[in-house]
């Protein structure tokens, strides 16, 4: 059964990581040994894709409609053409072994989770690009822990639970659940609960 909660009695310290895969921690070296050769501005920029061209690749290459779709490696053709055989037309990289299935699915977690480029600096748009695909799992029923906040200006980490009139249910990660009115907690926590009840 679920307690009501003041989170103001409940102020955690949230973690400042978006993303527990970095584009230039994990990826980028990752890259940089298979792909540069085809896929820089240093080498030869094949297919418009530079991986050392930030700002084209975040315009570009990451979005619904690009290379690499975040929250969905799945329809991503980055990822596709990684899995091929090496002896099809697509197969990438060009000329070279193909990835190990641990570098495969770094770079899958990284598009699962949004695609950021620059995870300690996201832009606003790479934070609702976040949000998003958090949602999107939320409500395929993935354990998908939000930062709810009140009107104080205190926060917790709590996965969504379900809502009921005007309050929302959520469980911390030790288990513990809460109803909580909407009414105490913030304008964006509030509009949380709301896309997550759709």
Known sequence: MMKPLSLI?????????????????DILPLVKERCWKCHSNEEEAKGGLAFDDIESLRKSQIGEHGLIRPGDPGKSDFVERLKLKP???????????????????????????????????????????VDDVKIISAKAGGEVYFQWTNREG???????????GET????????????????????????????LSE
């Open 9 to 25: 009695t409940l102020a955690l310290a949230i973690s400042g990581t978006v993303s527990a895969v970095d584009f230039q921690n």
């Open 87 to 129: 002896d099809e037309e697509e197969f990438m990289p060009k000329n070279g072994d193909a990835l190990r299935n641990r570098e495969l699915a770094l770079i899958e977690q990284w598009i699962s989770e949004g695609a950021l480029i620059d995870a300690a600096n996201p832009s606003a748009e790479e934070l609702a690009r």
């Open 154 to 164: 205190k926060a917790i980490e709590a996965r969504y639970a379900g809502r009921e």
């Open 168 to 195: 929302v249910k959520i469980v911390m990660k030790n288990g513990r659940g809460f109803t909580v009115p909407l009414k105490s907690l913030n304008e964006e926590s509030v509009a949380l609960a709301k896309r």
